[in-house]
C-alpha cells in the first residue's frame, strides 16, 4: 500500500534524477564554430587546410572538448567572392547560432569578413589572408589573425635581399589586395635598408588569367637585378615555366613570397626553380618533437603529409580552443578579451596573439629553393619567429584606427 | 628593336591558342546559331584528357606528345556530338535565352565531372619534346613552342578553308551559314549537318585546350577563364566567320602583349574595350554579315496588361502579410526574404528589358552593381543617410544605362547582347581599379 509520504519520496526523486539527466545532456551540448573558406576556388591550399582542422578538432574533442562540451565545426564554401562570404557569416551567426567565425583565404574576403566581425560583434580568427590591412588600416576589435602578414614575410625576405648585390629590383604580384600589399610592404622595407635600390619596373597581371609570355617579357626587357614575386598557384607555375625558357631567371636573384610552400612548389615537380629565396614550409626537414607529433598525427589519420594548409587550419583551431578555455564561458566579449595576449604551443613553436594589434606572432620559414630527387624542397632555411618582424609599438598604433 | 619583334611573336603565339578556341564557338554559332557557352568546357576536358594521355604515352617522344594531343581532341569531338544529340537536339526550337542555360547545365556538369575525374589541384602538363627549349631571335631567347603555335594557327585556318571551299560539306556548311531555312529545304538532312558541325566546333576547342598543356597548367578554371575571351573573338571578328576570329584573335593578341607595357592595369578591360570599340564601328563585327533572315520567328511577348481588380486584392492583401512579417518571423527568415525580394525585383527588371522590351541584355547585372555602387559611394563619400541613398541609387544606375544604352540600341540579336555583355565588363573593371573611389576589389566596406 503506497502511502502519501512514499509517493511524495517517489516523485521528488524521479524529479531530481530527471534535473540532472538535462542537466547532463545540456552540459554535453556542442559549441558551434563557423568556419568559412574558399574550398572550390583553390582546393590546392583549402583542401589540406581543412583535413587540419579537423584533425585539431577531433584531438580537443578525444581530449573532452573545451568547458566540457565538444566543439561542433559548421564549415561553409565562399566559392572565392566576398559577397558569398558575408553572406554565408550572417546566416552561420543568426542561423546556426556559432559563437564565432574563422577561416578565410583570400584577402579581399577577409577583409570583408573582418568589417562583418565588426559590425556585428562576432570574434574573428582569420587563418590565412595576408594583407596588412587585416589588422591594421582596417584592424578592429574582434578580428585576429594568425598567418605572418605580408608585412612581416616581406619583411623577412628583404633582410635576405639586403645582402644581395642586387640594385634594380622589378616586382610581379596579382592585382588584388594581396599582391598590392605584398609589393608596398617589400618596396618600403628594401629601400629602407638599401636606400640604392632602384625600382624599375612593376608588373600586375590579373589574378589566375596571367599573359605569361608577354608579362615575362615585358619583365625581362627592364632589365632588373633581383625580382619579387607574389604570384602563386596557377600563375606560379606559368611563370616559372616561360621564365625559364625566356631566361628570365639567369643571373638574376629572384625572391619569392609563399613559393617554399608544398602547395605551390610540389605541383612544379621537377621544374622547380633553383636558389630562389623564398618563404614556405618545409615540413619534411623539421625536427623538432611538437612538430615530428603532427605529422605523425596527420599522417595517421589522412595517410598524407602535411602541407602549408593542415598547419594553418590546426593553429586556428587549437588557438580558438585555447581562447575559449581562457575564457572560461562562450561569451562573445570574453572570447575576445581572452584572445588578446592569449599564448599557446603549436608544431612549430609558441605564439602569442598581440594585445596592440591582434596579429599571432607564428612565423615562417625562410630559405632557398633547390631539385632533390625530382622534386622542390627548401634548404638553408631558418624559422623567423613574427615577433622578431613587426614595427615598433608606436608606428603600429599609428598605422591600426584606435577605437 | 629585338624586344619589339619578340613581343610581337609573343602576341601571335597568344592568338594562335585564342583562335582555335574561338573559331570552333564561330562555326557552331554560324550554323547553328546556339549561342554555346559549353565551349570552355570542351577547351579544359581537351586539356585534361591531353595531359592523361600524355603522361601515359611519355616513353613514346614525339610521337606520345602529339598523338596525345590530338586524340584529346578527338575524344572531346566526340563528348560534343554526345551534347548535341542529348541535350541541344531537343532545343533548337526553344527561345535563345533556354539553348544557353541549357549550354551552361552542361558547364556545371562537365565542372564537376573533372573535379571528381582528376581532382581539384593545377596539373602541370608535361613539355613538348623536341620543343622544349628556347631559340635566339634577334639576341632575346624565344620559346620554340610558341614558333610551333604561330605556325599551327594558319594551318588551322587553311585546313578550315579547303574544308569549306572544296568539300560539299563545307558547302552545306557555308549555305547553312547563310540561310537555314533554305537549306532544309532544299532537302539536306539539317540533323546530321548540325551534329557534324557540332562535332567540328568540339574538336577545335578540344584541340585549343590540349595544345596549351606545355604552357599553362591546367585546373578547374580554365573553363570560365577561356570562355569570355572566346566569345570576345568571335564577336569582334564577326559570328560564323573563321577569317575574322583570327583576324580578331591576332588584333586581341597583340594588343594584349603590347597593352601590358604601355598601361599595366588595361589587362583586365582591354578586350572588351576593343569589342565595344569596334562593334561601334561595324555592327556586325570585322568580317561578319548582317543576318540575311530572321533565324526563327521571334517569340512575341504579349504586352504588359494592367491588374484586374480581383489580382489587385491579392496583391494588396500580400503587401499587408509582408508588412507584418518583421514582427512575426526569425530574424535569419527575414535575412532570407530580403534576398529572395532583390533577385525577384532584379528578375522582374532583366523579364522587362528582355520580354516586353524584346532586347537581350548579357550586361543587365552591371546596372545592379551600379546601383549598389551609387547608394554606398552617397553613404561613405558625402555622409548621406539611407533613404537618399536609396532614391539615388536607380537614378544611378538609370544614368549609367542611357550611356551604355546609346551604344548598345544601334544592334540587334546577338551583338547588341556582346555589347552589353563588354560595358559590362568594362563597368565592373573600372570598378575594380579605381581604387580610391569604390574601393578597388575590396569595395566599399562598412556601410
Redesign the interface.
Known amino acids: 500500500m503506497l502511502s502519501r509520504r512514499t509517493l511524495l519520496a517517489f516523485a521528488g526523486a524521479a524529479m531530481a534524477a530527471s534535473m540532472l539527466g538535462a542537466a547532463g545532456a545540456r552540459a554535453a551540448e556542442p559549441i558551434k564554430i563557423g568556419e568559412i573558406n574558399s574550398y572550390?576556388r583553390l582546393?590546392?591550399f583549402t583542401?589540406p587546410y581543412r583535413k587540419g582542422w579537423q584533425l585539431a578538432v577531433a584531438e580537443i574533442n578525444a581530449a573532452g572538448g573545451v568547458l566540457g562540451r565538444p566543439i561542433e565545426v559548421v564549415s561553409r564554401d565562399d566559392g572565392g567572392k566576398?559577397g558569398n562570404a558575408v553572406?554565408l557569416a550572417?546566416?552561420l551567426v543568426?542561423?546556426e547560432g556559432v559563437v564565432m567565425l574563422a577561416g578565410t583565404f583570400f584577402s579581399?574576403i577577409g577583409?570583408?569578413v573582418?568589417?562583418f566581425a565588426?559590425?556585428n560583434k562576432v570574434p574573428f580568427v582569420a587563418a590565412e589572408p595576408l594583407s596588412d590591412?587585416l589588422t591594421w588600416a582596417?584592424g578592429n576589435r574582434y578580428t585576429f589573425r594568425l598567418r605572418p602578414s605580408t608585412y612581416m614575410q616581406a619583411a623577412m625576405l628583404a633582410e635576405e635581399a639586403a645582402k644581395l648585390p642586387a640594385k634594380r629590383w622589378a616586382t610581379l604580384a596579382p592585382?588584388?589586395?594581396y599582391g598590392k600589399s605584398a609589393v608596398a610592404a617589400f618596396k618600403k622595407l628594401l629601400s629602407a635598408r638599401r636606400p640604392d635600390v632602384v625600382w624599375v619596373d612593376?608588373?600586375?597581371?590579373?589574378l589566375?588569367?596571367m599573359?605569361?609570355?608577354?608579362?615575362v617579357?615585358?619583365l625581362?626587357?627592364a632589365k632588373p637585378d633581383g625580382i619579387f614575386n607574389v604570384t602563386f598557384?596557377?600563375d606560379l607555375?606559368?611563370f616559372v615555366?616561360?621564365g625559364k625558357?625566356?631566361?628570365l631567371f639567369e643571373g638574376r636573384a629572384v625572391v619569392s613570397l609563399l613559393t617554399g610552400e608544398p602547395e605551390y612548389l610540389d605541383?612544379?615537380?621537377g621544374?622547380a626553380p633553383e636558389g630562389w629565396i623564398v618563404t614556405g614550409y618545409p615540413w619534411y626537414d623539421i625536427d623538432t618533437p611538437a612538430h615530428k607529433a603532427f605529422v605523425a598525427a596527420y599522417r595517421a589519420k589522412y595517410d598524407d603529409y602535411p602541407r602549408t594548409g593542415s598547419l594553418v587550419g590546426y593553429n586556428t583551431f587549437k588557438a580558438i580552443a585555447a581562447a575559449l578555455a581562457r575564457a572560461g564561458s562562450t561569451d562573445r566579449e570574453k572570447i575576445v578579451d581572452a584572445l588578446e595576449g592569449l599564448s599557446l604551443d603549436t608544431p612549430v613553436g609558441p605564439i602569442t596573439f598581440r594585445a596592440i594589434d591582434h596579429q599571432s606572432t607564428m612565423g615562417a620559414f625562410v630559405g632557398r629553393t633547390a631539385l632533390k630527387d625530382g622534386r622542390g624542397v627548401m634548404v638553408d632555411w631558418r624559422y623567423a619567429n613574427g615577433a622578431d618582424y613587426l614595427p615598433s609599438d608606436a608606428e603600429v598604433r599609428k598605422l591600426r584606427p584606435q577605437n | 628593336m629585338s624586344?619589339v619583334v619578340?613581343?610581337f611573336l609573343?602576341?601571335l603565339?597568344?592568338a594562335a591558342s585564342l583562335f582555335l578556341v574561338a573559331c570552333g564557338l564561330s562555326i557552331i554559332f554560324g550554323v547553328t546559331r546556339i549561342v554555346n557557352f559549353a565551349h570552355g568546357s570542351f577547351y579544359m576536358l581537351g586539356a585534361y584528357v591531353a595531359l592523361t594521355l600524355a603522361e601515359r604515352f611519355a616513353h613514346a617522344g614525339a610521337f606520345g606528345f602529339w598523338g596525345a594531343v590530338v586524340l584529346g581532341a578527338l575524344a572531346v569531338g566526340a563528348f560534343g556530338v554526345l551534347v548535341e544529340v542529348v541535350v541541344l537536339r531537343r532545343i533548337y526550337r526553344a527561345p535563345e535565352l533556354f539553348q544557353l542555360l541549357a549550354t551552361f547545365g552542361v558547364v556545371l556538369v562537365v565542372q564537376d565531372a573533372a573535379l571528381a575525374i582528376w581532382?581539384?589541384?593545377?596539373?602541370?602538363g608535361p613539355?613538348a619534346p623536341g620543343l622544349?627549349?628556347?631559340i635566339d631571335i634577334l639576341g632575346?631567347?624565344?620559346?620554340e613552342y610558341?614558333l610551333a603555335l604561330i605556325v599551327i594557327g594558319p594551318v588551322v585556318l587553311g585546313v578550315l578553308w579547303l574544308l569549306f571551299h572544296r568539300t560539299r560539306w563545307g558547302i552545306l556548311v557555308r549555305a547553312a551559314t547563310q540561310d537555314r531555312e533554305m537549306v532544309a529545304a532544299l532537302g539536306v538532312n539539317q540533323r546530321w549537318l548540325f551534329t557534324s558541325v557540332f562535332f567540328l566546333g568540339a574538336f577545335l576547342a578540344g584541340l585549343g585546350g590540349a595544345v596549351q598543356l606545355?604552357?599553362?597548367?591546367v585546373?578547374?578554371?580554365m573553363d570560365l577563364?577561356i570562355i569570355a575571351e572566346a566569345f570576345v573573338v568571335v564577336v569582334v571578328g564577326g559570328m560564323g566567320s573563321v577569317a575574322g576570329a583570327f583576324l580578331a584573335a591576332v588584333l586581341i593578341g597583340e594588343l594584349?602583349?603590347f597593352g601590358?607595357?604601355v598601361f599595366?592595369?588595361i589587362?583586365?578591360v582591354l578586350m572588351f574595350l576593343v569589342m565595344a570599340v569596334v562593334l561601334v564601328a561595324r555592327p556586325w563585327g570585322l568580317l561578319g554579315r548582317p543576318e540575311t533572315a530572321p533565324p526563327r520567328a521571334p517569340t512575341v511577348e504579349p504586352p504588359l496588361e494592367p491588374a484586374g481588380p480581383r489580382a489587385r486584392y491579392a496583391v494588396a492583401a500580400g503587401f499587408a502579410v509582408l508588412l507584418a512579417l518583421p514582427w512575426v518571423v526569425a530574424?535569419?527568415t527575414l535575412?532570407i526574404l530580403i534576398?529572395i525580394f532583390i533577385f525577384a525585383l532584379f528578375a522582374a527588371s532583366l523579364h522587362f528589358i528582355m520580354g516586353p522590351g524584346g532586347m537581350v541584355s548579357f550586361g543587365h547585372a552591371a546596372y545592379f552593381g551600379l546601383g549598389a555602387y551609387g547608394a554606398a559611394m552617397l553613404v561613405q563619400h558625402l555622409g548621406a543617410g539611407m533613404e537618399p541613398a536609396l532614391a539615388v541609387a536607380p537614378v544611378a544606375a538609370g544614368a549609367g544605362a542611357l550611356l551604355f544604352g546609346w551604344f548598345c540600341v544601334r544592334l540587334s540579336g546577338v551583338y547588341l547582347a556582346m555589347l552589353t555583355l563588354a560595358f559590362a565588363q568594362i563597368a565592373w573593371s573600372v570598378a575594380f581599379?579605381w581604387y580610391d573611389v569604390t574601393g578597388?576589389?575590396?569595395?566599399i566596406?562598412?556601410v
Open positions: 572550390t582546393p590546392a583542401v566576398p553572406r550572417d546566416e543568426r542561423k579581399h577583409l570583408a573582418t568589417d565588426r559590425q590591412a582596417k592585382n588584388y589586395e612593376e608588373e600586375w597581371p590579373p589566375f588569367k599573359d605569361a609570355g608577354a608579362t617579357q615585358a625581362a626587357n598557384g596557377g607555375s606559368k615555366r616561360e625558357l625566356r631566361g605541383p612544379l615537380k621544374e | 624586344f619578340v613581343q609573343t602576341g603565339a597568344s581532382g581539384p589541384e593545377d596539373l602541370l613539355r622544349d627549349g628556347a632575346a631567347p624565344f620559346p610558341d606545355p604552357r599553362e597548367s585546373s578547374l578554371l577563364n594584349n602583349a601590358i607595357l599595366p592595369d589587362t583586365i530574424d535569419f535575412v534576398e581599379q578597388g576589389d575590396n569595395g566596406l562598412g
